[in-house]
C-alpha cells in the first residue's frame, strides 16, 4: 500500500524552538507539498518541490523553510516557533506534469507552539 | 490564495439521502479534483475531471463540470453515516509542480 508517512501526528514545541517536520513518500513522486490547514482558511501552500534540491515559495512561506536532499523525503523547517504557527501540517506528493493522478497526503502533524 | 470556493459550508442529512456540494473557481482549469478529510486525518483523492470533460462518475459519486460558469459540483448517492467528512474541491491550473490550490470545504454530516 502506497503512502506518505509524517513522522508525528501530535508535536508540542516551545516558543522560539526549532522544529522539523519530516515527510517521506514511498511512490517515487517527484512533487511534493507541505500545507497548513487552519479552520475557516483551508488548506494554504507553504512550499513545495517539484525536484530533489529544487523548492518554490507557496502562498505563506514566512517563518518556514524547506529541504528536499532525497527524493523521497520533504522536510519542513521552522527556523523559530512562534504560537501563530500552531496548526495542523499537511505533506502531499504527486506525480511530475501528470493530470491523471492526485495528490496522496499523509495523515498530518498537529503542531501546538505554547 | 483560494481558487476555490465550497457552497454549502456545512450540510446535514439522513442517511440514504443525496447530497450535493458545489465548487466555484475563479481562473481557467487544466482538471479538477475532489478530496475526503476525515476529522483529524490527511485528505483523501476520490475523483479528478478534466477540463474537456463535463460529467465523471465512481461509484456512488457524481461529478460535474461548468467551465463556462467556473463551477462543479459533487453528488453522493445514497449516503452513509461514514461519509460524514470534509470534502474539498482543488483546481490545478497548470502551475509548475501541478500545485492544487485548495478551496475552504463543506463539512457533511450523515446521521444514522
Redesign the interface.
Known sequence: DVK?TQSSRYLVKRTGEKVFLECVQDMDHE?M?W?RQDP????R?IY???DVKMK?K??IPEGYSVSREKKERFSLILESASTNQTS?Y?C?S???????????????T?LTVV | SQQGEEDPQALSIQEGENATMNCSYKTSINNLQWYRQNSGRGLVHLILIRSNEREKHSGRLRVTLDTSKKSSSLLITASRAADTASYFCATDAGDAGNMLTFGGGTRLMVKP
Open positions: 506518505v512533487n507539498f500545507y475557516g482558511l483551508g488548506l501552500l513545495f518541490s517539484y518554490e507557496g502562498d495542523m499537511l502531499a504527486s506525480f511530475h506534469l501528470s493530470d491523471s493522478y492526485g495528490y496522496t497526503f499523509g495523515s498530518g498537529r
